[in-house]
């Protein structure tokens, strides 16, 4: 995985966005409103192809304290495309066209951009060019009802990814809010408002063309910038 420690968290958070759920008799353990959570989920990925909206990022550490506030608007569509882009505390895009992954600080006036795959690496979300079954890459654990929400648990089979586990917050059968627990002890908190689900979205959100004048690194000479 690449970029800060903000981004990172982005890229692991959106991944599960994309995972599609697999059948609730696949599930053990799940009964009751735990399995009524969990058959939302899977009808939010069986359902949406398209998300839009707006979020805001707040990071908690250890002690429990706010060290980080960040917000901005999201873009995502199946298969393999999103759009994460941070107005606070700073500009910043993470954009994923389907074949490369751009990062643009808009401050610092530089773009990084690798091959998409190579990008994402093992971690699961390079689950975003593919359909899988969510369970083959999580322990999927009971809900819980938290602030009006359901609440689902996601951690994942694989030992040597940045963070312990996922939370997510459905209201229906809608993704609302997300919690991510890094290797750090580190919570970070996302909150989703003015969600437009399956929505048509301009293909040129998911297009990028570095600014003249910023330094671009990772790009061949010989690439187009901003072709998919």
Avoid: C
């Amino acid at each position: 995985m690449t970029g800060s420690p903000p981004i990172r968290r982005a890229l692991a958070m959106i991944v599960v966005l994309f995972v599609p759920l697999a059948a609730p008799a696949a599930v053990v353990g799940l009964d009751g409103p735990d399995r009524t959570a969990v058959t939302r989920l899977d009808r939010f990925f069986d359902e949406v192809n398209t998300l839009a909206g707006r979020f805001t990022q707040e990071v908690i550490d250890e002690q429990g304290k706010s060290i980080q506030r960040g917000a901005g608007r999201v873009w995502l569509a199946r298969p393999g495309r999103f759009r994460w882009e941070y107005e606070k505390p700073y500009p910043q895009l993470i954009l994923a066209d389907g074949q490369r992954l751009w990062l643009y600080d808009q401050e610092l006036e530089q773009v990084t951009v690798k091959p998409q795959r190579e990008a994402l690496g093992a971690a699961p979300i390079a689950l975003l060019d593919r359909r899988g079954d969510l369970d083959e890459q999580f322990v999927i654990h009971g809900a819980e009802r938290r602030d009006g929400l359901e609440w689902v648990t996601l951690e994942p089979r694989v030992k040597d990814t940045e963070f312990l586990r996922v939370r997510l917050g459905l209201e229906g059968a809608v993704v609302r809010r997300m919690e991510l627990l890094d290797q750090f002890g580190q919570t970070t908190r996302i909150a989703f408002s003015h969600l437009r689900v399956n929505a048509p979205i301009d293909p040129q959100r998911f297009r990028f063309e570095p600014p003249p004048g910023v330094d671009v690194l990772g790009l061949d000479q010989g690439d187009a910038p901003g072709r998919p």
